[in-house]
């Protein structure tokens, strides 16, 4: 992941992180560009939304909707 200073745009280093919610952080960085800028500043980073869902969560989801189907319907469906 890169970070860039707000301010010159050169690449900066995250040097700690802290977690400040369930999948929120906020990252410390600091301006690699030391002769010109050298600014340290906090960036936040977010979960936002699932592109693919895990694997895990799609089997749990087709369980629970087979399993609210007539048996009949339940059985042809696993046939294919
Ligand atoms: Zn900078």
């Known amino acids: 992941m890169?970070?860039?200073c707000p301010n010159c745009g050169s690449k900066a280093v995250i040097t700690s992180r802290e977690?400040?919610?369930d999948?929120?952080?906020e990252l410390y960085c600091s301006c690699s560009n030391?002769?010109?800028c050298g600014a340290t500043f906090v960036a936040s980073l977010a979960f936002k939304h699932y592109l693919n869902p895990?694997?895990?969560d799609v089997a749990r989801l087709?369980?629970?909707v087979l399993k609210n189907l007539p048996k009949p319907m339940q059985i042809d469906l696993?046939?294919?």
Do not use: C
């Open 78 to 80: 696993l046939k294919e």
């Open 34 to 36: 030391t002769k010109e």
């Open 19 to 21: 977690n400040v919610a």
């Open 23 to 25: 999948n929120v952080s």
């Open 54 to 56: 895990p694997r895990g």
């Open 62 to 64: 087709a369980a629970g």
């Open 2 to 4: 890169r970070v860039t």
